[in-house]
């Protein structure tokens, strides 16, 4: 096995899977409570977030190390301004589908708003990356962690790992203290548009970087040969994974209690603070570590692990991730999830026409919709071949 086709194969897994999730159809869908977020406060946003941070400070390092402090800034700034143009040109693509296609606003008014294109307060939302579509939300957060990714990779291959750590943490509770409202709110008073939507985000940067960060700091540890993840998880570790176990099973009724609504309007009330996806809460931040901490823990010590259900599950996990298919979606991960956006957003337009459909419909609709997630990639391998463009970057 591979690393870097597994951690591309789990790469595209959470593509695949945030696809199913994205899909807001009348009639619903089955497949989307196959999910691992039905059991847990975990997921496939938090795990691509992740991934794209270790493999971003894993390959960016590597080039730190082999062509020095500037070719990496290079490299860095060109993949922003790379990322804007995909964030912008998916927007205006978007508003203007809006206007011209037959019952676009109807489809579409709840993601993209009501807003003419030629407001200059939208335009100017738009622009800075303030005004942000459902499901384009992950590329402008992508935009700021990368502006500081440089500095953090240097800090970490001088040796400062835990200064960058220590200020993504400090960062983490500066947003849980909800202080950034102090400067959101006068601009979001400034950029309201004539549908009373001015900054508009899923997800607070300030709290969802922690995720980001942390996949950058263990990818340029990886790069410069300090982690060696065969004594990270080695058998010493294994009463740390059985407390991840146990954080995991703590969290499983809580979350099926709030999915289904067991709670009693006063625990609900008391527990409600700690579990806000967009700032990335407590509750997201104490059940991911220990989830991804004990899916690792199994992939790499389980391998040598006493128990021959442990090497199984093991194996098969290996198996799974570093199919080819998964493995092709997570090496062109920034373009599949482009591409996702126009197929969930065609598939909320059908829906809107022609549905509600029923089960039957809306599972071929899907099925169909995982099934085109791969024309990108495919697209693109073939190009590469032919003429022997570069291949893709983290």
């Not at 990335?280 to 128990?307: D, K, M, Q, T």
């Amino acid at each position: 096995m591979k690393r870097l086709d597994f951690l591309d194969g789990l790469r595209g897994f959470f593509l695949l899977t945030m696809v199913l999730s994205h899909l807001v159809l009348r009639d619903g869908l089955w497949l989307q409570h196959l999910h691992f977020r039905e059991l847990m406060f975990v997921e496939s946003t938090q795990g691509f977030v992740f991934m794209s941070g270790l493999m971003f400070g894993l390959t960016q390092a590597r080039r730190y190390l082999r062509s020095g402090y500037d070719a990496m800034r290079r490299s860095v700034s060109a993949r922003m301004v790379e990322l804007w143009i995909w964030t912008i040109g998916l927007i205006f693509l978007g508003l203007l589908m809006r206007d011209l296609a037959p019952g676009g606003i109807v489809a579409w008014q709840n993601w993209l708003g009501t807003a003419s294109a030629s407001e200059p307060v939208r335009v100017l939302a738009i622009l800075s990356l303030l005004f942000q579509p459902t499901f384009l939300d992950i590329l402008p957060m992508y935009i700021l962690f990368m502006g500081v990714a440089p500095f953090v990779i240097r800090w970490v291959l001088a040796g400062r790992w835990m200064l960058a750590a220590g200020l993504s943490a400090l960062v983490w509770t500066i947003c849980q203290l909800e202080l950034p409202g102090l400067v959101s709110a006068p601009l979001d008073v400034l950029l309201t548009a004539s549908d009373k939507q001015g900054v508009r985000m899923a997800f607070d940067p300030l709290g969802w970087q922690v995720p980001f960060m942390a996949g950058l700091v263990l990818g340029a540890l990886w790069a410069d040969g300090r982690i060696d993840w065969g004594q990270v998880f080695g058998p010493r570790s294994r009463d740390l994974a059985l407390v991840a176990l146990l954080f995991v099973l703590l969290f499983a009724p809580l979350r099926i209690a709030t999915a289904h609504g067991l709670f009693s309007k006063e625990m609900y009330r008391l527990f409600a603070p700690f579990e806000l996806r967009s700032n990335f809460g407590p509750v997201y931040l104490l059940n991911f570590v220990p989830a991804a901490f004990l899916f690792a823990w199994v992939v790499i010590a389980g391998r040598e692990a006493a128990s021959v259900w442990l090497r199984g599950v093991s194996r098969a996990l290996r198996w799974v991730f570093t199919r080819p298919m998964l493995c092709l979606l997570g090496r062109h991960s920034l373009e599949v999830y482009a591409w996702h956006v126009v197929l969930v957003y065609a598939v909320r337009y059908l829906d809107s026409l022609w549905g509600p459909s029923g089960q039957g419909f809306n599972t071929l609709l899907a099925l169909y919709t995982v099934v085109l997630l791969w024309v990108p990639p495919l697209c693109r391998e073939w190009y590469r071949s032919r003429l022997g463009v570069p291949g893709p970057r983290a």
